[in-house]
């Protein structure tokens, strides 16, 4: 069966790299590509590395435009996926890449966001522990599917497993991101002009009031355990998180340092085997030997999240460094690999492990 796709905010580096993998997919035809400002002209004109889809033409984004398909990708600003979802009501599988579908709690959308609330999808990536089990499992049929934050899913992933098998105490991570600026999309923005992060790294979204830090508390509450404690599962009651992201000159890319104490008890051969235990068998997810630590170069282009671990006794804290492609696993990847899942197709089709170096 070949599914029928629309793709919104086509015009855009997360709609344009949803096309990207989509058009080597065996699966699916590239039906219709949608924009808001530039409908009306010609996809390649935007998007000119995508060469097999010269022939199609932005249309308006509209609900009439989008419904028919049997998939829709909304790739849309945050805060503007929510009044298409509501009317795509008949549409198999929806797939959103914006926040709007993200949050369980109400309170954090008002906080970090704002505007409406729309009801929680299920979360796209497919690796991260919850409860005793992958998210894969609940990707199976999903029929809503909200694609990660690029930054909180790279951050998620690498705790979930220590807060899985309790080695770590999340009451106190601090994570140090350095991104490129391709995370924060294609609208013109003087902080976003090539002679301002030329030669420059600069801060952004610091103390503690970036959007994706609920979306990383939320994944890693998903993941702990009972343990009689008298937390809820699923509550983020102690999980604390300093979150400190960094633009620097790379187009795309994220290289996250994180850090948490390491729990009472835990040995080096407990901690290292959390996350053997956690992605020894993952494709796209894959721990480096002791000692080794990834690039940014190294994933470019591919849908792999690299992780490097250390024990810091002296610090009494567990450093995990991981690197993304923050357009590829971060964002359009993850969305393919769920849609994937959830029709039941190869989970790794159209993906790669492979980056493009140098």
């Not at 914006?98 to 709690?105: N, P």
């Not at 999340?170 to 999309?185: C, K, M, N, Q």
Request: proline share 7%; glycine share 10%; aromatic share 4%.
């Amino acid at each position: 069966m070949t599914y029928s796709v629309a793709v919104s905010g086509a015009s855009g580096y997360a709609g344009g790299e949803i096309l990207r993998i989509l058009a080597a997919h065996p699966d699916v035809e590239i039906r219709t590509v949608t924009a808001h400002s530039n409908a009306g002209q010609p996809l390649i004109q935007h998007q000119p590395h995508l060469r097999s889809l010269a022939h199609l033409t932005l249309q308006d984004t509209t609900p009439e435009v989008l419904e028919g398909h049997d998939i829709v990708f909304l790739a849309l600003p945050h805060g503007q996926s929510g009044p298409f979802t509501d009317a795509l009501h008949d549409t198999p599988l929806v797939i959103d890449a914006g926040a709007d579908h993200r949050l369980e709690s109400i309170a954090d959308w008002d906080r970090f966001y704002g505007g409406d609330f729309h009801e929680p999808w299920t979360y796209g990536v497919p690796e991260l522990p919850v409860a005793g089990a992958r998210q894969r499992e609940r990707l199976v049929s999903a029929t809503r599917i909200a694609a990660p934050g690029c930054n909180a899913s790279t951050v998620s992933l690498s705790l979930a497993p220590g807060v899985a098998a309790g080695v770590i105490d999340p009451s106190d991570i601090v994570t140090v991101l350095a991104v490129g600026p391709s995370g924060a999309g294609k609208s013109l923005r003087p902080n976003l002009l090539a002679s301002e992060i030329l030669g420059s790294a600069n801060p952004y979204s610091v103390g503690g009031t970036h959007r994706h830090i609920p979306e990383i508390r939320q994944a890693l509450a998903a993941a702990r355990p009972s343990t009689g404690s008298g937390i809820q599962v699923g509550s983020d009651e102690g999980i604390r998180i300093s979150f400190t992201p960094i633009i620097v000159p790379m187009a795309r890319g994220i290289l996250a340092t994180s850090t948490a104490p390491i729990a009472p008890g835990a040995t080096d051969d407990d901690i290292r085997g959390a996350w053997e235990t956690a992605y020894g068998d993952e494709t796209f997810v894959q721990l480096l030997p002791a000692g080794d630590f990834p690039r940014t170069a190294d994933v470019l282009g591919a849908n792999t999240a690299l992780l490097g671990l250390a024990i810091d006794r002296a610090a009494n804290r567990v450093v995990v460094v991981a690197a993304v492609d923050n357009l590829v696993k971060g964002t359009a990847g993850a969305a393919v690999q769920s849609m994937n899942i959830a029709l039941g197709l190869p989970e790794g089709q159209a993906l790669t492990v492979n980056g493009v170096a140098p």
